[in-house]
């Protein structure tokens, strides 16, 4: 099996557990932010995906394709990460943070939208990678 559905088995495995977006304020800012690392041990889709010792707060507020997250998820997962996993994880934050393509995070955990589960997300996402 690839790396690349790895992560995203990892990622929907963590989601579909997890059942809560992770949230918390960062930046002197009151209101609440999508974060790699939230309240209460939560984690987002790319958060789940880099260890304790790789994470570090000046990852909050950048996206998956930053450097600094790039880094951290190589740290983590031990292999240099392509293009696609980049993107892949991308994808991933845009579903956990807001909506990609009628996927939402919030509407499965909201609505019980099944169609928009952390699992049809994953076989939608192996479909545009095959």
Request: glycine share 0%; aromatic share 4%; net charge negative.
């Given at each position: 099996m690839s790396n690349l559905i790895k992560?995203?088995?990892t990622i929907r495995?963590?989601?579909t557990k997890q059942r809560m977006k992770s949230m918390a304020a960062y930046g002197g800012n009151m209101t609440q932010d999508c974060a790699y690392r939230g309240g209460n041990g939560l984690m987002c889709a790319v958060g789940c995906l880099i260890t304790d010792e790789a994470y570090f707060e000046g990852l909050e507020g950048h996206c998956a394709d930053d450097n600094r997250v790039v880094?951290?998820?190589f740290n983590s997962l031990g292999f240099e990460l392509t293009e696609?996993?980049?993107?892949l994880c991308m994808v991933w934050q845009g579903y956990h943070?807001?909506?990609?393509?009628g996927f939402s995070y919030r509407g499965w955990i909201d609505y019980q939208l099944d169609r928009t589960s952390p699992e049809?997300?994953?076989i939608?996402?192996?479909g545009c990678h095959s």
């Open positions: 992560m995203s088995e495995d963590h989601l880094e951290a998820l696609d996993m980049v993107n943070d807001d909506t990609h393509n049809m997300f994953h939608h996402m192996m």
